[in-house]
């Protein structure tokens, strides 16, 4: 019996020695969390980076509060361009006077809002010489092309006449090297579609990459409005210029003449604006010309005279469906090796044929830009050239075998665009450029 008694007490001791452990690690445990939490406080790497979420937390409230009035301030300034060209009743002021009328629609639609001042004064005098053209009155030429067509020398030289706002390659925003795929084709037009009304407030990423490049000074009729050194890569600063151009001008080299077909059925208010002009060049002399860009050559789309011609053969193949859905006199196509040979009679033929001024301005270009030095040789970006040596510069540079092998490969592109074969005639495919057809 005592045997009995003592296993009871013993284990009776047992359950309230366990009980007062749980007991201690329930009550010692928020002091142990408190403690660790007191070691996390303490270790500057943890606050610091906490102090980074915060300050980034800050500015990104800041940043949504100025884009918040910056969207409000076009909100305001296209409400004062609405109402400045109706009176209070609703009637057109016209009969107020073509002076005050003009003022109204100046002091409304070219407010800098990214400053919240008006526009220089200098580029305000600049801009009173220019009357505001409608876009029902805008001619429309669209290049579309191919890299290393010649396509630089020929948007530089369409933006020479009077009052043409050049847009060069805008799509580079989306594709370096390769052509727009049907994912990003809306946005594409849509960015298109904005800078036909020169909407430039309403795309700031667009301006805002334009800022990092140099390209926007092909644009000479911006660019001359900019003289002294002043910036002129602000939304409202390319808009003002934009809304006073007769013509614009956008050259295309990510483009497939199916997809501007499209675009056009889908706009056709702006369809009955457009030319279309298509560059092509000898897929020979586009191939060797490619092969000085370091970023041609690491892409397989275009560092392969394959993939060219498969480009320049589907946009052959659509380029009647084009022809068919423009007014007559709206498409053309365009060798550069004819406009190298003859720049001045082929510019002549090529302005009437798309309705353009051949201007004093347009000679001058044409005079600087066909004669080159060995240092304008070197640029590979450069459009001075020995126009006369271009077009057959590829003769010299290029190995028979490899003129073969492309010769072969798009012997079907060059008999419809009339370039003579100078390895084989382009029926029999005897050659041995099999090996080499591979790589291109």
Known sequence: GKNVMCYFRTAERSQQSARKTRLNTVLEYPSVKASRRGCVHSDPMVRRRRSTVVALGLLALYLTGMWMLYQKAIKVGRRKAEQSGTGKNGCDEAGAGPNI???K???AQFHDSTVEEQLPAAFQAILRNYSIVPLTDVKIVLVVTYYRAGSSFLGELLSAGPRTYFHFEPLMLFTVSGRIRSG????????????LRCRMEDIPLYTAWLETNPYYKFNHFLSDACKDGQSCTSPSHMSAVCLRAGTQVFKFTRLYIRQVT????RNPDIARLVRVLHLVRDPRGTYQSRRGLKWCTQNAECDKASALCTQMRTDLEDFGELTRLLPVNRTHRLRFEDLALDPVNETKALYARLGLEYTPSVALYLAN???????????????????????????KKLSRMTIGAIEEACSDVMKVLGYKFIVHDGADAEVKTQAVSEKL
């Open 184 to 195: 990003r084709e809306r946005h594409a037009f849509k960015l298109i579609e904005q800078l």
């Open 369 to 395: 830009h066909t004669k080159a030095t060995r240092q304008d040789m070197k640029n590979a970006h450069a459009t001075k050239r020995n126009t006369h040596d271009v077009p057959d510069l590829w003769k």
């Open 105 to 107: 629609v100046f002091e």
């Open 101 to 103: 009328a003009a003022k």
């Open 262 to 265: 499209a675009w056009l059925k």
